[in-house]
């Protein structure tokens, strides 16, 4: 993860705190509009296609443990696209960089309407994580810009909504996604992102300003990419030999393992090496506080993940509801993330929020364990509420902490690195649901994966009320 060049960036001055209460002028709702629907793209695709996957499952003829991959590659490709692309945004212009993302979705869309293969599904996937992954940093970097222009901060009701525009998405996506699934098939999930990148696109075109000149630097030289390509390569290989691993561990290949052993220790020489390294772990180990909060932001998102995606399938072919009624019973979840979220931007405590999320995840992985074929609705949407609750709570929290113990010069790279630590958990949930599904959804999956969910749990309480840093953070 590279170091933001402050060359290229104006000093902005700190907005006064009356100044805050609302957008100002150079921050109208024509600009904000299309970044706040570009911005929403990358987390409703990671939790719509939940209830998608038995169909897509179904039409291919394979199972939990190939439609698996849908989850991976998508997060696969965001955990390396979205601090690249950052990085782009800041030495190109984020404008270009943003509209070059939305015509990536576009295409994507198109793939996966009219894949007449799995194989191009997977294509279709990895162009949706590239295209992505593109939206929320450089939504970062014209609010940057557009601080520097008017010499105002970026006002909080602004970020907040960029904020609530990702967790609101994911939250409604499993609910949308049954709709659409119900409405017109599967098709529908990809073809739907279509749209409303071409609205994004055309409203970004109208909207956005131009990028103003990049800055040079004392010697009169326009700032290096400074993208570590050896660093890049390397995290991409390790990380894809990984989920290979983790995506068979009812059969594991394990000489997999020695690959990855070896690359991951390439990467690290080099990043520490490097001055400008791809993802800075000396940073991260002087930072111990930081590196908690990536550590509890990957795992509660892993559990979070589990019941995205594990507890979908289950409720179709273990308990037979189709795609549509799926989407309903996860209604609760999808109003509990989003009412959560709201309060969880709104309060100013870290620590409280984040042990109660902590616990519900805990609470509601043993009443996973509790389902079956005979347990009553009312149940089935309380079990989806419990990591309704959490999902709001966890994405605001710690998006605080990352705020309150980055290096100010670094919070770019700090939040990008936090949003990969939240697809390497959503990695694994992937890898647990393949483990205990196999080829078909069933009770003995559900609580197999709900076991392992409560005993991280635990873990995850542990961590969050011993954590130190914390305590001064009520």
Not at 109 to 137: D, E, Q
Not at 223 to 248: K, S
Not at 409 to 426: C, F, H, K, M, P
Request: aromatic share 6%; proline share 7%.
């Amino acid at each position: 993860m590279t170091r933001p060049d402050a060359r290229t960036v104006t000093p902005v001055r700190p907005a006064r705190p009356d100044r805050e209460a609302a957008p100002g002028p150079g921050f109208s709702t024509r600009l904000t509009a299309p970044l706040l629907l570009g911005s929403l793209l990358n987390p409703l695709n990671t939790t719509m296609i939940s209830t998608a996957l038995v169909a897509i499952g179904h039409h291919f003829g394979i199972g939990a443990a190939d439609t698996a991959w849908l989850i991976s590659v998508l997060y696969l490709a965001s955990a390396v696209a979205q601090p690249v692309l950052g990085r782009l945004a800041d030495v190109l212009g984020p404008r270009r960089v943003f509209l070059a993302g939305l015509v990536v979705v576009i295409a994507s869309g198109v793939v996966g309407t009219v894949a007449p293969g799995f194989g191009w599904l997977i294509v279709s996937r990895l162009l949706l994580g590239v295209g992505t992954s593109a939206a929320y940093p450089a939504a970062m970097a014209v609010l940057r810009d557009e601080s520097a222009r008017i010499g105002r901060a970026t006002p909080r009701p602004v970020l907040a909504r960029l904020s609530f525009a990702a967790l609101g998405s994911a939250a409604v996506g499993p609910t949308l996604g049954g709709l659409l699934v119900m409405a017109v098939g599967w098709r529908g999930i990809f073809a739907v992102n279509v749209p409303v990148a071409l609205v994004a696109l055309g409203a970004a075109l109208l909207w956005i300003p131009a990028d103003p000149p990049r800055g040079r630097g004392a010697d009169g030289r326009m700032p290096r990419l400074g993208l570590d390509p050896l660093g890049i390569g390397l995290f991409t290989t390790a990380l894809t030999v990984l989920v290979f691993f983790l995506l068979d561990l009812a059969h594991p290949v394990w000489w997999l393992l020695a690959p990855f052993v070896l690359l991951a220790g390439a990467l690290v020489r080099w990043q520490l090496r490097r001055p400008e390294p791809f993802i800075d772990l000396r940073m991260l180990a002087a930072n111990a506080a930081l590196s908690r909060t990536y550590l509890r932001h990957g795992v509660s998102y892993l559990l979070i993940y589990v019941v995205m995606y594990g507890y979908t399938q289950w409720l179709e072919e273990a308990r037979g509801y189709s795609s549509g009624h799926t989407g309903l019973l996860m209604l609760p979840m999808s109003l509990a993330a989003l009412v959560c979220s709201l309060l969880g931007a709104r309060t100013k405590g870290i620590r409280g929020p984040l042990v109660l999320a902590c616990v519900l995840l805990t609470a509601g992985s043993g009443l996973l364990f509790l389902l079956d074929q005979d347990t009553p609705v009312a149940v089935l949407l309380l079990a989806g509420a419990c990591f309704g609750i959490p999902q709001g709570l966890i994405g605001t929290s710690n998006q605080a902490a990352v705020q309150a113990y980055a290096p100010p010069e670094s919070i770019g790279s700090a939040a990008g690195l936090q949003r990969t630590a939240q697809y390497i958990g959503a990695i694994t949930a992937s890898s647990l649901i393949a483990l205990a599904y196999g080829q078909s959804a069933g009770d003995h999956g559900l609580h197999l994966m709900a076991a392992v969910a409560a005993v991280l749990g635990v873990l995850l309480v542990v961590l969050t009320v011993t954590d130190r840093a914390l305590r001064g953070r009520t």
